[in-house]
């Protein structure tokens, strides 16, 4: 899955004391920039996000989408750094005047891994593992709209809908194409990207090649190698010692002190869409009722823990809606800090004394920290928090597959991904038929305006609703060897393309 709910990622970046912002491909204090780039050199990248396995349909998480996700695989088109979606393996693709039917032509000469050649037999089999039963795919739902898919000749695909659906080519980049005949996905691969898999050393490396094979550019260097870091000091250590040139998401405020100002390093700060989450299980008692999820959110000071964790950086944003997505509206008024509300409005629902939860806890910071802070912030309005820490499996298992939980700490990666409380049998249980049906219509939409204003609705009941209490949005901090060049700054939906890495 490309969201860190299924269950396996770190946060994102902690704090940052003074750095720049935008393309990580400028150079740093004058004379500090890279030098002439190194073909050769293998880009060496640390990371708190190893994969729980291979195959992005099989929960494989927020690090097999970071590691392959425009490396190893590619979908018929491309969400850019920036939020762009371009044409990849489709060379263009036409739409019927009822919006029906979208007709792709794919781009020619370009193989797999394996060395075979890709045909519309193999988008198609991509397309429906995505959908599949059995599929855990974050975007699986978003491609519901799909009646079928067809293969006309090698070099067309064709996908009927049963309804319109405006986003339907921003979800196919989300799509990996894989060879239809490929075994094995949750331990190799075989994609179409500029890089294969070398080997993964789980619990420590997971290296890709370069794919000499490849149908476009080739990669600005030889190859990269992910380390695997459970622990954030050990990460920032590893590139104070060169053992990697890059971490893809700092997570340390007070490590930043370190790289910001020394010549030997460039700080940047990119564009998250990354929400932490109070997740409450809204099928469940308390949570089944908006005003006790109303009264948690407003007893529980989100400007106070992310400034004690992100050190000023980062934002409040009261919903699931981060400022780059179009309808975005700023509804941290909805619900307000303010005890003295909170204590109302459990008396309201019943609950004069609070009442006692669990909450299920990632092992991985920030979480044990925002625990610990929600459970003190809770205390003073008679609500006991036992907080339960688990590991990224057992959230997977527990909290998304079985849900098995009360409420639950976690982060979502994922821009545009509002719609998911459209959906009642998300892990989180929100169920209101109204919001449903704006979401669906907005799907629907002829024009992206009308799709934007339905969502812009959809999102202020959600948010009235308090369906989650979403705490902050994280800033993106990426630090880098200052020979680095080319690197992606904002990791949306935590994707980390290698190929334009120079290091000079």
Not at 55 to 65: C, E, F, I, K, R
Not at 160 to 179: E, T
Not at 188 to 209: H, I, N, V
Not at 288 to 296: I, S, Y
């Given at each position: 899955m490309t969201s860190k709910f299924a269950g396996v990622a770190a946060a994102?970046?902690?704090?940052?004391a003074a750095c720049g912002s935008g393309n990580a491909g400028g150079s740093g204090a004058p004379g500090q920039g890279p030098g002439a780039p190194d073909a050769g050199a293998v880009i060496e990248i640390g990371s708190l996000y190893e994969p729980q396995n291979l195959d992005n349909t099989a929960g494989g998480g927020q690090g097999v989408t970071e590691a392959f996700n425009g490396n190893v695989y590619e979908g018929?088109?491309?969400?850019?750094?920036?939020?762009k979606v371009e044409p990849l393996l489709a060379e263009g693709h036409e739409v019927s005047p009822d919006g029906l039917t979208y007709t792709f032509k794919l781009r020619k000469g370009v193989k797999f891994h394996s060395g075979k050649a890709l045909t519309a037999a193999d988008v198609k089999s991509s397309i429906e593992r995505v959908i599949a039963d059995g599929s855990q795919s974050a975007r699986k739902s978003s491609l519901e709209a799909i009646k079928s898919v067809a293969a006309p000749d090698d070099g067309t695909v064709v996908v009927k809908l049963k309804s319109r659906s405006i986003s339907l080519v921003y979800n196919l980049s989300y799509v990996w194409i894989v060879n239809a005949a490929a075994k094995d996905l949750a331990t190799?691969?075989?994609g179409t990207g500029p890089y294969q898999l070398g080997s993964w050393k789980r619990g420590s490396t997971?290296?890709?090649?370069?794919f000499p094979g490849y149908w476009g550019t080739p990669p600005a260097n030889n190859g990269a190698v992910f380390h695997y870091f459970t622990d954030a000091a050990a990460l920032n250590n590893a590139l104070l010692t060169n053992a990697v040139d890059v971490v893809t998401s700092e997570q340390s405020p007070d490590a930043l002190a370190q790289f910001t100002g020394n010549p030997d390093y460039k700080v940047s700060e990119g564009h998250s869409t990354t929400k932490l989450l109070l997740a409450f299980n809204d099928r469940k008692p308390p949570f089944d009722k908006p005003l006790v999820r109303k009264a948690v959110s407003s007893a529980?000071?989100?400007?106070?823990?992310?400034?004690?964790i992100w050190a000023g950086h980062g934002s409040v944003i009261g919903s699931m809606v981060p400022p780059t997505d179009p309808w975005y509206?700023?509804?941290?008024?909805?619900?307000?800090y303010d005890v003295e509300l909170a204590k109302r409005q459990l008396a309201e629902a019943g609950y004069p004394k609070g009442f006692r939860f669990t909450l299920e806890t990632p092992n991985y910071d920030p979480h044990p920290t925002a625990a610990t802070f929600i459970k003190s912030e809770l205390a003073k309005v008679g609500i006991t928090v036992d907080v339960h820490v688990i590991t990224a499996d057992q959230w997977y298992s527990k909290v998304y597959k079985d849900r098995d939980f009360a409420a639950t700490l976690q982060e979502h990666v994922n821009d545009r991904d509002v719609v998911w409380y459209g959906d009642p049998d998300f892990y989180w249980g929100y169920d209101n038929k109204q919001v449903t049906e704006w979401i669906e219509q907005a799907e629907q939409a002829r024009t992206e305006q009308e799709q934007t204003?339905?969502?812009k609705k959809a999102n202020r009941q959600i948010a009235e609703d308090a369906a989650s209490d979403w705490i902050y949005l994280y800033p993106q901090i990426v630090v880098a060897s200052s020979k680095l060049s080319g690197y992606p700054v904002n990791?949306?939906?935590?994707q980390f393309y290698v190929y334009g890495i120079k290091k000079g």
């Amino acid at each position: 899955m490309t969201s860190k709910f299924a269950g396996v990622a770190a946060a994102l970046a902690l704090a940052l004391a003074a750095c720049g912002s935008g393309n990580a491909g400028g150079s740093g204090a004058p004379g500090q920039g890279p030098g002439a780039p190194d073909a050769g050199a293998v880009i060496e990248i640390g990371s708190l996000y190893e994969p729980q396995n291979l195959d992005n349909t099989a929960g494989g998480g927020q690090g097999v989408t970071e590691a392959f996700n425009g490396n190893v695989y590619e979908g018929l088109f491309k969400l850019t750094d920036d939020g762009k979606v371009e044409p990849l393996l489709a060379e263009g693709h036409e739409v019927s005047p009822d919006g029906l039917t979208y007709t792709f032509k794919l781009r020619k000469g370009v193989k797999f891994h394996s060395g075979k050649a890709l045909t519309a037999a193999d988008v198609k089999s991509s397309i429906e593992r995505v959908i599949a039963d059995g599929s855990q795919s974050a975007r699986k739902s978003s491609l519901e709209a799909i009646k079928s898919v067809a293969a006309p000749d090698d070099g067309t695909v064709v996908v009927k809908l049963k309804s319109r659906s405006i986003s339907l080519v921003y979800n196919l980049s989300y799509v990996w194409i894989v060879n239809a005949a490929a075994k094995d996905l949750a331990t190799g691969e075989d994609g179409t990207g500029p890089y294969q898999l070398g080997s993964w050393k789980r619990g420590s490396t997971l290296s890709l090649e370069r794919f000499p094979g490849y149908w476009g550019t080739p990669p600005a260097n030889n190859g990269a190698v992910f380390h695997y870091f459970t622990d954030a000091a050990a990460l920032n250590n590893a590139l104070l010692t060169n053992a990697v040139d890059v971490v893809t998401s700092e997570q340390s405020p007070d490590a930043l002190a370190q790289f910001t100002g020394n010549p030997d390093y460039k700080v940047s700060e990119g564009h998250s869409t990354t929400k932490l989450l109070l997740a409450f299980n809204d099928r469940k008692p308390p949570f089944d009722k908006p005003l006790v999820r109303k009264a948690v959110s407003s007893a529980i000071d989100d400007a106070k823990l992310l400034q004690s964790i992100w050190a000023g950086h980062g934002s409040v944003i009261g919903s699931m809606v981060p400022p780059t997505d179009p309808w975005y509206e700023d509804l941290t008024k909805v619900n307000p800090y303010d005890v003295e509300l909170a204590k109302r409005q459990l008396a309201e629902a019943g609950y004069p004394k609070g009442f006692r939860f669990t909450l299920e806890t990632p092992n991985y910071d920030p979480h044990p920290t925002a625990a610990t802070f929600i459970k003190s912030e809770l205390a003073k309005v008679g609500i006991t928090v036992d907080v339960h820490v688990i590991t990224a499996d057992q959230w997977y298992s527990k909290v998304y597959k079985d849900r098995d939980f009360a409420a639950t700490l976690q982060e979502h990666v994922n821009d545009r991904d509002v719609v998911w409380y459209g959906d009642p049998d998300f892990y989180w249980g929100y169920d209101n038929k109204q919001v449903t049906e704006w979401i669906e219509q907005a799907e629907q939409a002829r024009t992206e305006q009308e799709q934007t204003d339905l969502l812009k609705k959809a999102n202020r009941q959600i948010a009235e609703d308090a369906a989650s209490d979403w705490i902050y949005l994280y800033p993106q901090i990426v630090v880098a060897s200052s020979k680095l060049s080319g690197y992606p700054v904002n990791g949306l939906n935590s994707q980390f393309y290698v190929y334009g890495i120079k290091k000079g």
